[in-house]
């Protein structure tokens, strides 16, 4: 039922019109009055009184309400808001002599140029440099550079800094000089937005009836913020026919998730999914994408400055396709010309030395390979 809310004014004439129908006699409402003062002082309790209830009515609705409002009324579903995600990328430590080997610890804090924003370096067993026993990356003799994982110190979208802007050591390192990012730092994420919360529970509420895919994709969203993933029903892992199993690929953004974090959508999934099925949580299977074109620029533009930029919009774009979704080539062109208002003409452009689209299936995602403008 929609509210009959009253202003300021409307409360006044009213209590006046009261006033004078209960007891005619007293007629002297003017401005400045004995009595118009009494009846504009309860207008203004009245007022309040209506913001009052308005209050209690916007924080009691998920729909109005915001902020920690918000949390405490999802709180009563046990609903709790994903926290912020902090950025990942690569950092390359390099030296000037590299004629003996050096140790790179886990955790070793790196800077941005103005300070702002510290990474850790973060532990990849997986490297061929990594050492459990020393607990950290070791540079070899004659080496004179090594890339490692950071993660952002601190979660949120401001850890997403761009590529050449860490440059600074956070400690003094025996045997190594500098530092830089090559790539930009990408997937921090600030915490869970209202709308996205909203949106979330409306999600949740749909996924009750459990054992459905809106529940499996519920289940997926809340493990963490920025996640892609698909659903394929009745296939096994290899993509066969196979009925009663389904398989769910996930993704965080950088091609290559986490063990843990596939643990944890694993476990997710495993409180809705059917009772009697089978189910399957993977990585995405990468495809690349290689790229060449050549371009033209406006006669008073410096076409050496602008071949980095229209590179990167092409590597940004085909990064950010989720899975399964297509790279349709007649796209290059378009990206080539936005990327720069210089740009007069593009031609020769190839896709993995082709002109063919790259059509990958519900598992596989397209990252970027090598993209040359020239």
């Known amino acids: 039922m929609k509210l009959q809310l009253q202003t300021f004014d409307t409360l006044v004439q009213n209590m006046a019109a009261q006033l004078q129908a209960s007891a005619s006699t007293l007629l002297d409402l003017t401005i400045g009055s004995t009595l118009r003062a009494v009846i504009e002082a309860s207008a203004s309790i009245g007022l309040w009184m209506q913001w009052l209830s308005l209050l209690v009515l916007q924080t009691t609705r998920a729909a109005t309400s915001n902020g920690p409002d918000l949390d405490t009324w999802m709180g009563d579903f046990s609903l ?3 926290p912020a995600t902090p950025a990942v990328g690569m950092v390359t430590f390099s030296r000037f002599t590299p004629t003996q080997p050096a140790l790179l610890p886990a955790g070793t804090l790196v800077l941005t140029a103005d300070g702002s924003q510290s990474f850790a370096v973060s532990i990849d067993t997986t490297s061929q440099a990594w050492s459990t026993a020393q607990n950290g990356y070791v540079i070899a003799a004659g080496a004179p550079s090594l890339s490692v994982p950071v993660v952002a110190v601190t979660a ?7 590529a050449g802007t860490i440059t600074l050591l956070g400690s003094a390192l025996p045997g190594i000089d500098t530092v830089q990012n090559a790539a930009p730092m990408q997937g921090g994420l600030d915490a869970e937005a209202d709308a ?11 996924s009750r009836s459990r054992a459905t895919p809106a529940a499996v994709a519920y289940a997926v969203t809340s493990v963490q913020q920025g996640l892609d993933y698909t659903i394929q029903e009745n296939v096994d892992p290899t993509g066969a026919p196979m009925a009663g199993q ?4 996930v993704d965080d953004g950088s091609g290559a998730p986490a063990t843990p974090l596939l643990a944890a959508v694993q476990a997710a999934i495993d409180a809705v999914r059917p009772v009697g099925s089978f189910y399957a949580v993977l990585p995405p299977q990468l495809l690349s994408a290689n790229v060449s074109l050549i371009i033209t620029v406006a006669p008073t533009a410096n076409k050496s400055l602008i071949v980095g930029p229209v590179a990167a919009a092409i590597t940004s774009w085909i990064n950010a396709l989720p899975i399964g979704a297509p790279l349709p080539y007649s796209r290059l062109a378009q990206i080539a010309y936005d990327a720069s208002p210089t740009v007069t003409n593009v031609a020769l452009a190839q896709l993995n030395g082709g002109s063919v689209d790259i059509t990958p299936t519900q598992s596989q995602r397209i990252a970027a390979g090598i993209v040359a403008v020239n």
């Open 80 to 82: 709790t808001r994903l």
């Open 156 to 162: 949120g979208s401001a850890g997403n800094v761009q």
């Open 196 to 206: 996205a919360f909203r949106a979330r529970f409306q999600a949740y509420i749909n």
């Open 246 to 249: 389904f398989v769910v690929t």
